[in-house]
């Protein structure tokens, strides 16, 4: 049936000519055998570019009646340990499905004028942003830094960025999902309208449903964004000042907040440079206190501004007074809104230039708890990772009262804890920086010291081997209900296999009768 299934759909035409799937048998070197992670290739057996959901449907029932095969959606290829791979499967080019005139705006009847973005699941937020802004001057309120990123991928994550402390992460911004099951159906799911689905799927890490569309939110979209920068020596008062920032009411709060660490010297990439903006901004290390440790901490906020608005031009300021960085490592740009979200594009740029982009990125995401955030910096930020990681160490807190315990995604206690995103850009080897073996040993190191020191932390794009590990990192209640949901919405596992975390089964077990 499969190779039925496989035969009619290579000779198709092009999902844009003729609305027709198209199975692409010859993967050698194909994309869908790697990711942006580049620590994992593995073949599939075919890549089916749906041009429909009924497409994707059609993908997994034919899976289901073919021994051993499964079925994994890649959007934009940025997994960084094959978690959207599926060897010896299938896998679903989401990017196929994500065409321009699928983005649809909806206004439902008596919803006093909410807005919202029907989309693709496997549309780039830059696509979103792009097509809200220009169309109709909205734009969703989360959002992730680096916008390549496709609305299905995130939305089987979390999705986070500086919006998320004060607007929720992005799988607290959608309000109705359509997902192809593990049994390929096609389900419309919403916090009203099976709703165990809905929140099953929402940082469900691909193991319930294929998201083929998403309605999200829509909000008027800012002009500018009033964006700025200052400096901290000590990491007690920038933790200090950046929850306090977080905790404030809305009307007296930023609309974007972030942090890194850096290199306390000139080193281009890890150190001083990456901290100035605009470009051409200098960072005077002389205004640095006596006794400046190897480490330094760059706060980063952003205030946004309204059309027809009139905000006090030195409002941002006022708010900022009271802080206790250093004074005169202070740095700001005022620039429009689209160009602020934009702005990672401008790295990606020089890392395709100096080829850093098609190196390994070894990349380790953790949620590390408030409480235990201060003994994470002098163990590993301080110890470990005191010479930099050649790429941004993100370190910014967020408020668990933002997140609806009711999805799948897995969290610190505590209402306050910690992005740490190390975000490794590897120079090439031998000759500009350590092996990726040496730096993946160093990850590991990192995730031991956690457990070891018995910080409350979780990963964040968890990539494990073992059931104890998973048990462990959703804890028991949450684990149980984790699996209870695979078996419900999945049952024989065919879909995200890259992930690890339940195996393919052959057949529905039975229900035993007593």
Same mark, same amino acid.
């Given at each position: 049936?499969?190779?039925?299934?496989?035969?009619?759909?290579a000779?198709a035409?092009?999902?844009?000519?003729?609305?027709?799937?198209?199975?692409?048998?010859?993967?050698?070197?194909?994309?869908? !055998?790697r990711d942006?992670?580049?620590?994992?290739?593995?073949?599939?057996?075919?890549?089916?570019?749906?041009?429909?959901?009924?497409?994707?449907?059609?993908a997994?029932?034919a899976?289901? &009646?073919?021994?051993?095969l499964?079925?994994a959606?890649r959007?934009?290829?940025h997994?960084? !340990?094959?978690?959207?791979m599926?060897?010896?499967? +299938?896998?679903?080019d989401?990017?196929?499905?994500?065409?321009?005139? #699928?983005?649809?705006?909806v206004r439902?009847?008596?919803?006093?004028?909410?807005?919202?973005?029907?989309v693709?699941?496997?549309? +780039?937020?830059?696509?979103? =942003?792009?097509?809200g802004?220009?169309?109709?001057? +909205?734009?969703?309120?989360?959002?992730?830094? $680096?916008? %390549?990123?496709?609305?299905?991928?995130?939305?089987s994550?979390?999705?986070?960025?500086?919006?998320?402390?004060?607007?929720?992460?992005?799988?607290?911004n959608?309000?109705?999902?359509e997902?192809?099951?593990?049994?390929?159906?096609? #389900?419309?799911?919403?916090?009203?309208?099976q709703?165990?689905?809905? /929140? !099953?799927?929402?940082?469900?890490?691909?193991?319930?449903?294929?998201i083929? %569309?998403?309605?999200?939110?829509?909000?008027?979209?800012?002009?500018?964004?009033?964006?700025r920068r200052?400096?901290?020596?000590?990491f007690?008062?920038?933790?200090?000042?950046?929850?306090?920032?977080?905790?404030?009411?809305?009307?007296?709060?930023?609309?974007?907040?972030?942090?890194?660490?850096?290199?306390n010297?000139?080193?281009?990439?890890n150190?001083?440079?990456?901290?100035?903006?605009?470009?051409?901004?200098? /960072?005077d290390?002389?205004? =640095?206190?006596?006794?400046?440790?190897?480490? =330094?901490?760059?706060?980063?906020?952003a205030? $946004?501004?309204?059309?027809?608005?009139?905000?006090p031009? @030195?409002? @941002?300021?006022?708010m900022?007074?009271t &802080?206790?960085?250093v004074?005169?490592?202070?740095?700001a740009?005022?620039?429009?809104?689209?160009e602020?979200?934009s702005?990672v594009? %401008?790295?990606?740029?020089?890392? #395709?230039r100096?080829?850093s982009?098609a190196?390994p990125h070894?990349?380790?995401?953790?949620?590390?708890?408030a409480?235990?955030?201060a003994?994470? @910096? %002098?163990a590993?930020?301080?110890?470990? &990772?005191?010479d930099?990681i050649?790429?941004?160490? +993100?370190?910014?807190?967020? =408020?668990?009262?933002?997140?609806?315990?009711?999805?799948?995604?897995?969290l610190?206690?505590?209402? *306050?804890?910690y992005?740490?995103?190390?975000?490794r /850009?590897?120079?090439? $080897?031998?000759?500009?920086?350590?092996?990726?073996d040496?730096?993946?040993?160093?990850?590991n190191? *990192?995730l031991?010291?956690?457990g070891?020191?018995?910080?409350?932390f979780?990963a964040?794009?968890?990539h494990?081997?073992?059931e104890?590990?998973? !048990?462990?990192?959703?804890g028991?209640a949450?684990?149980?209900l /984790?699996?209870?949901?695979?078996?419900?919405y @999945?049952?024989?596992? *065919?879909?995200?296999?890259?992930?690890?975390i339940f195996?393919r089964a052959?057949?529905?077990?039975?229900?035993? *009768?007593?």
């Amino acid at each position: 049936m499969m190779l039925a299934y496989m035969d009619r759909a290579a000779s198709a035409a092009e999902p844009e000519d003729a609305g027709e799937p198209v199975v692409a048998e010859d993967v050698a070197g194909c994309a869908a !055998a790697r990711d942006f992670g580049g620590l994992v290739s593995v073949r599939p057996a075919a890549v089916v570019r749906p041009a429909s959901a009924d497409d994707v449907a059609n993908a997994i029932r034919a899976a289901a &009646l073919t021994a051993h095969l499964t079925v994994a959606a890649r959007g934009n290829g940025h997994s960084v !340990a094959g978690q959207a791979m599926a060897e010896g499967g +299938l896998v679903l080019d989401m990017r196929a499905l994500a065409v321009p005139r #699928r983005m649809q705006l909806v206004r439902p009847p008596g919803g006093g004028g909410a807005a919202f973005a029907d989309v693709p699941g496997g549309a +780039l937020w830059e696509e979103v =942003l792009h097509w809200g802004v220009k169309n109709h001057g +909205l734009a969703p309120a989360s959002w992730t830094d $680096y916008l %390549r990123l496709t609305v299905g991928g995130t939305l089987s994550n979390g999705g986070v960025s500086g919006q998320s402390f004060r607007y929720g992460p992005q799988v607290s911004n959608v309000a109705e999902l359509e997902v192809i099951t593990g049994d390929g159906e096609c #389900r419309v799911c919403s916090p009203s309208s099976q709703s165990d689905l809905f /929140f !099953a799927v929402l940082g469900g890490l691909g193991q319930f449903g294929v998201i083929t %569309r998403a309605r999200i939110p829509l909000h008027q979209a800012p002009q500018t964004v009033k964006w700025r920068r200052v400096v901290y020596a000590s990491f007690a008062d920038y933790t200090a000042d950046a929850e306090w920032l977080v905790t404030r009411t809305p009307d007296a709060a930023f609309d974007y907040l972030e942090g890194f660490a850096f290199v306390n010297s000139d080193d281009p990439v890890n150190g001083w440079p990456s901290v100035p903006i605009p470009g051409g901004a200098r /960072f005077d290390p002389s205004l =640095l206190p006596a006794g400046a440790g190897p480490v =330094l901490y760059c706060l980063e906020v952003a205030l $946004y501004q309204y059309p027809h608005q009139h905000r006090p031009d @030195d409002e @941002d300021k006022g708010m900022m007074e009271t &802080l206790k960085y250093v004074r005169g490592l202070e740095f700001a740009a005022d620039i429009g809104y689209v160009e602020f979200l934009s702005r990672v594009n %401008r790295a990606e740029e020089e890392a #395709r230039r100096n080829g850093s982009w098609a190196a390994p990125h070894p990349w380790l995401n953790l949620f590390v708890s408030a409480r235990d955030i201060a003994d994470f @910096d %002098r163990a590993v930020l301080k110890g470990m &990772l005191a010479d930099g990681i050649d790429g941004p160490m +993100l370190v910014y807190p967020m =408020l668990k009262s933002k997140w609806d315990p009711k999805t799948s995604v897995a969290l610190p206690e505590g209402e *306050i804890f910690y992005l740490v995103a190390l975000l490794r /850009f590897c120079r090439p $080897y031998p000759g500009g920086g350590p092996a990726v073996d040496d730096l993946v040993a160093q990850n590991n190191a *990192i995730l031991d010291a956690c457990g070891s020191n018995g910080y409350d932390f979780k990963a964040y794009f968890p990539h494990y081997r073992a059931e104890s590990d998973w !048990a462990r990192h959703f804890g028991a209640a949450k684990w149980k209900l /984790f699996a209870d949901r695979k078996a419900r919405y @999945d049952p024989l596992a *065919i879909l995200a296999p890259g992930q690890k975390i339940f195996p393919r089964a052959l057949s529905v077990a039975a229900p035993v *009768i007593v």
